[in-house]
Each structure stands twice: as C-alpha cells, then as structure tokens.
C-alpha cells in the first residue's frame, strides 16, 4: 500500500473531520504518519498534535505535511499556504469528495493584509501580528524569540514579560498615555499574562485572538481592565 492509498484510508475514517499527518522517510520508504487533529473546527481546519509530530521525528524524517478537505477541493486555502510557509515542508491535500490530490511547496507566499487572517501559532498570531505591523509601517524587523511549540504550553507559561525587552520594547511606568505603536499586554481568562496587542490610534487596537481573524477593535473597557502593562519600542 502506497502513503497515498494509507491516507485515504485513514482520511476516509476520520470524515467528517479533516484528517492529518506527516509524509515521512522510514526505513527507506515514504511512508504516511498518522497524527491527531487537535483542532476544536475539526470540519474545517486542523491542528496537528506537536507530540505526535515528535514521534515521527523520532522515528524517520518529515518530507511533507498531508490534510484532508472532506467536502469540495483540495484547493489550499489561504491558512494552508501560511502554514506551509511556516513549517517548510511540502503539503498534500486530498479531496474525499472529488477523490482529488493537490499539492504545492513553499514559495515565499505571504497574507495579503493585516486583517482578516486565520489564527496559525508561531505564524499568524497575537505576537506576529505586532511583528509584522513594525515591519510594514515602520520597516523595523523585530528580533525573533524563542516560543514553545505548542499554544498550551505558552498560555501556561506566557513569556511576554520576558520577550518583550528582548525585542525593544520598555514596559512605561504607567498605563496612560498610550502611543500609537504600543504593544498592551493583557491578562486573560486563563488567569495569565499571555495575550497582547498594538495600539494604533484614536482608541482602537491590532488584536488577534485564538479562534479568530485577526482585526481592528475598540480598546473598549473590557481590554482596559484586563491591561497589565504598556510597552514601547525603545531600541
């Protein structure tokens, strides 16, 4: 049985959820690994389990990232080819309806806007955002920091408070005086200081929450109450 014909199998199983998993070298074959879709839209993207990804490094050497699209084509979507850019690994994508493969590399292939984009961990999130806002207005590229692998473990352990610094920024001693271009550190529900965004005037905020698009919000009252620092770029 080829890796093609395993997945299909397995996508097959997994319908009416996207199915997921990685193309990889072991023992000298291309072979198709399984792995978890830890997504909660589980019908209409996925979220492959680091753990499991791990295990297949252990074992051989990733080649390729495969999904299913359950229902219409296995056109890649926008968060596809993000993800794709991100990871640096070829994608393959099977349609079970049109019983079609497509797949594509990556090719240097970006969002086209600040607003509306899917919410990919470690490419397009809270912290990517503000990134690539110094970039594109300011032309400033910021200094990249070491994040986990995984959004649970960061949200456990948010390293903002650290990273920031890193970065340029200086947290001000008070939370008034807001500039356009401040990063707004927040604490969320989960009790931590892991979410921030950039403020860019006239009391509105560049955010980008979990299972969201990214977008413009009023810095309305329940931000202002979840604030717990202000960070300007001093480098």
Known sequence: MTWKESFIKYAKQQAPEEACGLLAIIKGKETFWPCKNLAEGKF???????????ECEDTGEVIGVIHSHPVGAATPSDTDKAACEHLGFPYYIYSIELDHWESFEPSGWKAPSLIGRKFIWGKYDCWSIISDWYLETKNIKLKE?????????????????KGLPITGFKKQESNKNIEV??????????????????????????????????????????????????YRYAA
């Open 181 to 230: 271009g401040d990063v707004l550190l927040f604490k969320t529900v989960a009790g931590t200081l892991n979410h921030v965004a950039l403020y860019i005037g006239d009391n509105m905020i560049l955010n980008h929450n979990i299972k969201a698009l990214s977008c413009r919000e009023l810095f309305d009252l329940r931000y202002q109450q979840a604030l717990r620092g202000v």
């Open 145 to 161: 920091w070491k994040r986990p692998k995984r959004i649970k473990d960061f949200t456990q352990n948010p390293l903002f408070e």
């Open 44 to 54: 209409e993207f996925f979220i492959m389990d680091p753990d499991d990804w791990a």
